[in-house]
């Protein structure tokens, strides 16, 4: 008897990705028409508040907050953008998953908190961006040991980057490593409907909203600098993006994989089945782990 209870149990047990839908849902289900930006912004570093695995140094990267997360020791180095539709986020969120991505790849990584909207509306995400970019070539680091990566809003932030760059006659990084990128301030792509039941985070109502609040009123949701989908993606670096396949910004991938490969630029795509938006952000997947696995690979390949 004892064992059949255990098989019980054993099948009635929740899988790792339904506990972490169930928490997204709790904690974006407790947003009310009342609930604060700021409250909000709490709310998501507190659902991701892991404890970082790695060693942290504020600095301040051409007058923007940042930090190095993990080894200090000279070499390659990762730029990444943290996501939250260019309204949350910051490196208190991306900490943990800033400092597995150092373990992973044995590269530093540098986080920063470039500012957010409404109180600062497009392009000061980019403005902030192309800023410490500069400001990594000017201590002497040399854009082949370079790599872009991030998720989500901050993805489009590190392609968006890059076509600025190259407009400012800057070099560009080595080589990006791109999760569940929002590549499309328009949300065009059949997988907002046909995926809407499957992704507890990121709806297209929301964000249509979030897109608004960070273009403003007069803003062109077309911007290539908004929306990477409408920029020259020739010239490019090597991209290798990681998307779930329970994602409503799935096409947001498809369709500029489509449009950068065609443009002659290397994209290579994974599709991760039953998995939901960044989720490399949650330690407790084991497709998490396998994920960042696959990126150091990639980025070791470019930079090394």
């Known amino acids: ?35 604060s930006l700021q409250e909000m912004r709490a709310d998501f570093e507190a ?19 940042a930090a190095w997360v993990g080894t200090v020791s000279d070499g390659p180095v990762i730029m990444y953008f943290h996501g939250g539709g260019y309204q949350i986020g910051s490196i208190k969120s991306h900490l943990d998953l800033m400092g597995r991505i150092s373990q992973a790849t044995g590269f530093r990584v540098l986080g920063f908190d470039y500012r957010l909207a409404p109180e600062h509306r497009f392009p000061a995400a980019i403005t902030d961006a192309i800023t410490v970019y500069r ?17 989500s809003a901050g993805a489009g932030l590190a392609v968006a980057t890059m076509l600025k760059a190259r407009s400012e006659g800057l070099a560009l990084p080595a080589a990006a490593t791109l ?8 949300a065009t792509g059949e997988s907002f409907t046909s995926r ?9 109502d929301k964000l249509l909203l979030m897109a608004r609040t960070y273009l403003g009123r007069e803003g062109d949701p077309r ?34 994989a489509r449009l950068a490969q065609a443009a002659g630029t290397d994209v290579s ?33 470019h930079l090394l």
Do not use: N
Not at 282 to 300: T, Y
């Open 1 to 35: 008897m004892r064992v059949a209870r255990e098989h019980i149990g054993a099948k009635m047990r929740k899988r790792p990705i339904d506990e972490v839908k169930a928490r997204i849902s709790k904690t974006f289900g407790a947003w009310i028409r009342t609930t």
């Open 47 to 65: 659902m991701l508040a892991y404890e970082p695995p790695c060693h942290q140094q504020p600095v301040v990267a051409g007058g923007i907050p």
């Open 135 to 151: 400001w990594l070539l000017e201590t002497g680091q040399s854009p082949k040991q370079i790599a872009f990566a991030g998720d």
């Open 179 to 186: 999760l569940s990128p929002w590549f499309d301030m328009e």
């Open 196 to 204: 809407a039941h499957l992704d507890p985070m990121t709806q297209r």
């Open 223 to 256: 911007d290539p600098l908004a929306s990477p989908i409408h920029g020259d993606l020739a010239g490019l670096v090597p991209m290798q993006i990681h998307v779930g396949d329970h994602e409503t910004v799935l096409d947001d991938t498809r369709t500029f």
């Open 269 to 301: 795509v994974i599709i991760w089945a039953e998995m939901i938006h960044h989720f490399q952000i949650f330690p407790e997947l084991e497709e998490s782990a396998r994920s960042l696995e696959m990126i150091a690979g990639f980025l070791k390949q």
